[in-house]
């Protein structure tokens, strides 16, 4: 049985939430940063609304929840290929963009058997920075 093609069926709401990822493909949010980058621009949008539109892109897989940080959910783009170093100090963050990450995904199904649909790699230490 051939799965229903959710992206097609997005709500305006869940596309505007969408457009915040895609805008700033490198950050991560909350909703209630998603609720402020929103409503900045006086496209006033409901808590629960981004709620709905955070779960309906989950479930698509455009973007996936990385953190949960006292009891607080964060999510970035799934699709985006590269790398997020993060200082455990000052909690900057670098990334580093992976060109060939598509090469590890096939090495890793020929190798395992394993279909990846998105990969997140996140890298934690210290800067060389004072902090």
């Not at 949960?68 to 993060?86: D, H, V």
Request: with cysteine; aromatic share 10%.
């Amino acid at each position: 049985m051939k799965k229903p093609n959710l992206k097609k069926k997005l709500t305006q709401n869940t596309k505007l939430v969408l457009q915040v990822f895609q805008s700033t493909p490198f950050d991560s949010f909350d909703v209630y940063m998603i609720r402020d980058y929103i409503n900045k621009d006086r496209q006033m949008m409901s808590q629960r609304t981004i709620y709905r539109a955070v779960e309906r892109l989950v479930e698509t897989g455009e973007i996936v929840c990385i953190d949960i940080i006292n009891g607080t959910r964060k999510y970035e783009l799934a699709k985006a290929n590269y790398c997020t170093f993060i200082c455990r100090k000052c909690g900057k963050e670098k990334h580093l963009e992976i060109k060939k990450i598509s090469e590890l995904h096939k090495k890793i199904y020929k190798c395992y058997d394993f279909h990846v649909n998105s990969s997140l790699f996140r890298i934690y230490g210290e800067c060389s920075h004072a902090c």
